[in-house]
C-alpha cells in the first residue's frame, strides 16, 4: 500500500500549488480520501475531505473558497488545489485513507513566504 504526495514547494503569497496523492495498493474508490496539515509548532489538522464518489466535500473554514479538493478514482488519485496561498498555510501536507484500514502519506512541505 502506498500514498504518494507530490506538488509540494515554496511559493509567495497569493501563488497556487496543485497537490496529488496518487495511491496504489488498496480499492481506492472504497475510500474517503483527506488532506490534513500540520503547521510549524502546531497540531495535524483537517483541511478537506472527499466522499468515495466526490460528492460530498468538506473544508476547514481556514481554506474554504481558497482550496478545491477532487478525486479521479479512474488514476487512483486525489488532488488538492491551492489557490491564494498564505504564509499561515506553510506546513506539512499528509493524504489520508479512510476505509476498512487507515492510510497516510509520508508528507509534502509547502512553505509560502516572500
Known amino acids: 500500500v502506498q500514498l504518494v504526495e507530490s506538488g509540494g514547494g515554496l511559493v509567495q503569497p497569493g501563488e497556487s500549488l496543485r497537490l496529488s496523492c496518487a495511491a496504489s495498493g488498496f480499492t481506492f474508490r472504497t475510500y474517503v480520501m483527506s488532506w490534513y496539515r500540520q503547521a510549524p509548532g502546531k497540531e495535524l489538522g483537517l483541511v478537506a475531505v472527499i466522499s468515495y464518489g466526490g460528492g460530498r466535500i468538506k473544508y476547514a473554514d481556514s481554506v474554504k473558497d481558497r482550496f478545491t479538493i477532487s478525486r479521479d478514482n479512474a488514476k487512483n488519485t486525489v488532488f488538492l488545489q491551492m489557490n491564494s496561498l498564505k504564509p499561515e498555510d506553510t506546513g506539512v501536507y499528509y493524504c489520508?485513507?479512510?476505509?476498512?484500514?487507515?492510510?497516510w502519506g509520508q508528507g509534502t512541505q509547502v512553505t509560502v513566504s516572500s
Open positions: 489520508k485513507a479512510d476505509g476498512s484500514v487507515v492510510y
